[in-house]
């Protein structure tokens, strides 16, 4: 069938069968490889997207089910190549290792530092990071740049 | 500290985190080209059997299908030690999960379509699936072959279902036990399998062009992919190069040749590129594991808390083919054997074959393990002799001059000052008072593990714009010691500042030969080479700038990109301007070194079956933890953790922190809730993340960390490898702790609800292992069986 999705803010539009999970059409038909597929089960977050602005396993996401919807990808945060204060945060932190839940992390923590559902505390935002998992880096660090990030937004 | 080492050190960021920020960062998994052909494998069903029947002839006419592949194509043999494993089944299938045929279809759904269209017929043959039932009386064979394998190294004692076997034997140690003063201490050990779960499954993209096969791969080890891809093709090393993206995670799981010979046997049957990438369910079926193990250790205690005598057995399982477990065998006597004085000591370490998916490398592999077993027999130890546990470890711990398991001299008092340091960091934080109920520990461990020193080539090209390229077969996993300590090693020698060294990633083509990236041998292998290259460099630009200058090489200073009359600041020239007039005069400027092991001597004939005898650079590390345990549930909880690491000398702090911080946490996965077993079908019972239990950001506390350096080390600057060992004490630690806890006795890990709930109310079973026998010597391959 023919889809027709907003991804990172232009339309397209492209066959695929409905169940084709959505990481594999942004990776394989659109070369938006940020989104990772890692488990493939919902368990690990690296595919993580946007789907109107709500942060959504793209890997358990049957394309036929955000048609006409918003995506936002990992790419599509920053214009050009300036960090958004997320990622700017992570650098700082010196937080990447291996990289590979990075994209899927920002995109959770961007939603986390900007929608006002999270407390700006250790606690909350561990808790909030339950469904991202990071394999080198044990955490802290993630913890604490998002943590700054939400200190800054509030000054 | 030289002026060198001073410089070298700092916080200079890595030049990667941004794109991998970003997003832009193309890990194997990433790569992909137009007309590329996807790959398959077919796997195994059942864990021993007689392949019947193999017709792929149907599967070759599906549509889409460009290639298949069977053990025809491959009729080499590879392995470590001994060449066990071929690339495909052939006759027999070994374990659940064992590769059959390989197809490449211009779709991954043709391409898993075809695999169904394979006949294949086999014969299910009696299995062994742990080490009790392959150790038994009359076990069937896993290789009944074994004999006629090539052997690649020897010393190793081999027979029926014992792949290899290391041994110590230093001292008296029947004297020792019989003595009728001492206290006879036994413990018993049993630990499961950890999964790494890189978040990058193994993965290869691979082209046969102009007679040569270009191999892209997600690999710790480029050289080792290069070569035993050309014996399992039958085809000479030079046929093959290899080159690797950044890889995203690797933990040892990729310290071997993996998916590429299938890959690579594929593209020049189809003439195509083919990308073969493992699912997750393959990946965690086929993970090369750290290894199932089952350890005894006994020891002789005199009067005074000394160690008068030791002996332990520690059964490795391999799996189905011996892999890295052949040599880890070497690892035991270094770790179950180390951080303590030993009056007289024996070991025997054996490598086991059952008919399960392989065991491999992981990040601190064998110490882990060993280290747990040793700690929490420490502490029983403590216990009967009735001595304060901290007191027993600083009364025996290695230090200066004294021996090790294997007869090797230690240099240095190292452990000692290293748990005065942690005793201080604890007091800056003293452990919590609980009023929740829950039981409260803390403990105390040591543990010893090394660098993986060996082979390693580096050249550096010195750049007319005043930049230098390194070039080495040396692969960024994530640790950062390609983006950090490399270039930092390099600009300082070279008067530099970090950013103006440019890596090049790994290339068999392009650099001389290496090990590969892990064992902690980064920084130092590849960094002492990468030195060595960096000196010759600066000795030509010092030449030529003599030249200019007209003044003598010895009165001029290299620093701060300009080379200097030494007191004359302003005298000389930028290095970019030496540089370039050196490429006009003499022709582009450029240094190579190399590096190897410096084989530190073990007491003569005094071990057997090692591949290493002895530590060129001994890694010591102190960690410390308060635990909760909620008498209830069995729920433990880790409020506080410490560490003390040896790291020689810190190149850079942060990155080191980082690592210690990952590794710990790792490691309390695997003291808490990491486990992968084999099912009574002979397949990994953990098929996915949903099953097997990773740390999640809830579950960590940061870690509290103390380096210790100036602990002697040959590595380049006086370092060692840092990033490997921060794992290795933690499952011992957490142990030990909640021991302490629950005054029960702690023997296997994970420590997961069940099994600490089980202590709590004496039901946990303490392990018995019929399979090691009572007698030491009856625990030994008989030569020549």
Request: a negative charge.
């Amino acid at each position: 069938m023919t889809i027709r999705l907003t991804v990172n803010g232009e339309t397209r539009e492209f066959a695929a069968a409905p169940m084709t999970p959505l990481v594999d059409v942004l990776r394989d038909g659109l070369h938006l490889t940020g989104a990772k597929p890692v488990c493939r089960e919902g368990f690990c977050g690296a595919c993580m997207v946007l789907v109107d602005a709500v942060p959504t396993v793209a890997c358990l996401t049957p394309v036929a089910l955000v048609e006409g919807r918003d995506i936002e990808t990992v790419e599509g945060l920053t214009s050009g190549e300036s960090p958004t204060p997320v990622q700017a945060a992570l650098e700082e932190h010196d937080a990447v290792q291996c990289g590979m839940c990075f994209p899927g992390m920002v995109v959770a923590l961007t939603h986390l530092t900007t929608s006002g559902t999270c407390e700006p505390n250790r606690a909350a935002v561990k808790e909030a990071l339950v469904g991202n998992v990071c394999r080198c880096t044990g955490y802290e660090r993630i913890v604490d740049a998002a943590l700054a990030v939400m200190e800054a937004g509030h000054e | 500290m030289s002026e060198t080492a001073e410089k070298a050190v700092q916080d200079f960021r890595r030049r990667d985190a941004r794109d991998k920020l970003l997003g832009r960062t193309r890990y194997t998994i990433d790569r992909g080209a137009a007309g590329m052909l996807h790959a398959a494998l077919l796997r195994s069903d059942v864990p021993s059997g007689r392949i019947a029947r193999l017709d792929v002839s149907a599967a070759a006419r599906m549509p889409g299908v460009r290639a298949v592949v069977t053990h025809e194509d491959a009729p080499g043999r590879a392995g470590l030690g001994i060449a066990d494993h071929p690339l495909f089944a052939t006759d027999v299938v070994r374990y659940c999960g064992e590769p059959i045929a390989a197809v490449a279809a211009e779709s991954e759904a043709e391409a898993r379509a075809a695999l169904a269209a394979i006949t294949v017929d086999i014969e299910p043959l009696p299995a062994v699936l742990d080490m009790g039932a392959s150790l038994a009386e009359d076990a069937p064979l896993v290789h009944p072959g074994w004999q006629g394998y090539e052997v690649l190294t020897q010393g190793g004692a081999r027979g029926g279902n014992v792949a290899w076997e290391a041994s110590v034997d230093r001292g008296d140690v029947d004297a020792a036990f019989a003595r009728s003063d001492v206290t006879v201490v036994e413990s018993s050990f049993r630990v499961g399998r950890q999964n790494h779960l890189s978040l990058e499954p193994r993965a290869v993209v691979a082209n046969y062009e102009d007679g040569r096969y270009h191999i892209e791969t997600s690999t710790q080890v480029p050289w080792t992919v290069r070569n035993t891809t050309a014996t399992l093709l039958g085809v000479p090393a030079s046929a093959i190069r290899v080159t690797v993206p950044p890889v995203g995670g690797g933990f040892g799981l990729k310290f071997d040749c993996a998916l590429e010979p299938f890959a690579a046997l594929l593209a020049r049957k189809s003439g195509r590129t083919v990308r073969l990438v493992n699912s997750r369910e393959e990946e965690m079926l086929t993970c090369l594991f750290r290894e199932n193990a089952e350890i005894r250790i006994r020891s002789a205690v005199a009067p005074d808390g000394s160690i008068a005598g030791r002996e332990a057995v520690v059964l490795m399982d391999c799996g189905a083919y011996g892999g890295e477990q052949v040599f880890l065998t070497t690892m035991t006597a270094h770790t179950l054997g180390g951080n303590y004085r030993l009056g007289a000591v024996r070991i025997v370490s054996r490598a086991v074959y059952t008919n399960t998916a392989p065991n491999g490398a992981f990040r601190a592999c064998n110490g882990v393990y060993n280290t747990f077993a040793l700690e929490r027999h420490t502490d029983e130890i403590a216990a009967a002799i009735g001595m304060a546990p901290e007191a027993f470890r600083f009364k025996n711990v290695i230090g200066d001059g004294d021996l090790g398991a294997t007869g090797q001299v230690f240099e240095g008092d190292v452990l000692a000052p290293m748990l005065e340091k942690m005793a201080a960091l604890r007091a800056k934080d003293p452990s919590p008072q609980l009023t929740d109920g829950r039981l409260s520990g803390r403990a105390t461990t040591v543990g010893t593990w090394f660098v993986f020193t060996g082979p390693s080539a580096a050249t550096v090209n010195m750049n007319a714009d005043g930049s230098a390229t390194l070039v080495t077969s040396g692969v960024e996993i994530g640790s950062g010691s390609m983006m950090q300590a490399l270039p930092q090693i390099v600009a300082a020698t070279l008067g530099l500042t970090p950013d103006k060294v440019v890596v090049r990633a790994a290339d068999t083509d392009a650099a001389g030969y290496d090990v590969g990236v892990g064992g902690g041998r980064t920084t130092v292998s590849l960094g002492a080479a990468s030195r060595t290259a960096a000196i010759e460099v600066r000795t030509k630009l010092l030449k030529v700038a003599s030249d200019m200058l007209e003044a003598a090489a010895e009165d001029l200073v290299i620093a701060d990109g300009r080379i200097e009359i030494a007191g004359a600041k302003g005298s000389g020239a930028t290095i970019a301007e030496v540089a370039s007039h050196g490429q006009m005069r003499f022709g582009p400027l450029s240094g190579t070194g190399s590096f190897a092991a410096a084989g530190t001597p073990a007491m003569a004939g005094c071990c057997a079956g090692h591949f290493i005898e002895a530590l060129d650079i001994p890694v010591f590390a102190v960690h410390d933890c308060d635990v909760a345990v909620d008498p209830l549930t069995g729920h433990v909880e880790v409020l506080a953790y410490r560490v003390v690491q040896d790291v020689g000398r810190a190149l850079n702090p942060s990155a080191i922190f980082g690592q210690i911080q990952g590794g710990v946490v790792q490691g309390l996965g695997y003291a808490l809730h990491e486990e992968a077993d084999v099912g009574p079908d002979g397949h990994i019972r953990q098929k996915s993340f949903e099953t097997y239990r990773v740390p999640l950001a809830g579950d960590v506390v940061p870690v509290a960390i103390e380096l210790h350096e100036g602990a002697p080390s040959i590595g380049p600057l006086g370092t060692k490898g840092a990033g490997e060992v921060p794992i290795l004490n933690v499952g011992a630690t957490v142990a030990c702790a909640v021991a302490n806890a629950t005054g029960k006795t702690v023997s296997e890990l994970p420590l997961t609800p069940p099994r600490v709930l089980a202590l709590l109310i004496d039901e946990a079973q303490a392990p018995v292992f019929p399979h090691i026998r009572d007698r030491h010597a009856d625990n030994l391959t008989a030569p020549g069986r």
